[in-house]
């Protein structure tokens, strides 16, 4: 299993997201140099977690989107994470768990203005 780096999480987060999305869209939305996409967008590729597709409206447009193999890989790690939680919420008084469901209501909240 490949580790991704913060930044090759976020991009293929973001082809998730927004995909297909061409390569000129992603780098503005990770706020990042179109070479670095480029270069991001291809090691993602050669892990086999995003493909490139032709803009059909435009050939010379490259859009990428993620494969089953990147949702695979997000979907277990989320299984991993969320059974790591599980455990840890499990060692927890009911006053610490409520103030951790508090907070988790004050994030959804915020996460609606994006």
Known sequence: QVTLTPSQASVLATI??????SL??????????PPSITRMVSRLEEE????????????RVCRVAVTAAAEEMISEARQRKAEWLVQRMEGLA???RRALLDAV???ETLA???
Do not use: H, K, Q, W
Not at 25 to 32: D, I, N, S
């Open 16 to 21: 998730r997201a927004r995909g297909p999305i």
């Open 24 to 33: 000129g869209e992603l780098a503005e939305c990770e706020r990042v140099a």
């Open 48 to 59: 086999g977690y995003v493909e490139r597709s032709t803009d059909p409206a435009d050939g």
């Open 94 to 96: 009911g006053a610490e």
């Open 105 to 107: 209501e004050a994030m």
């Open 112 to 114: 609606e203005f994006e």
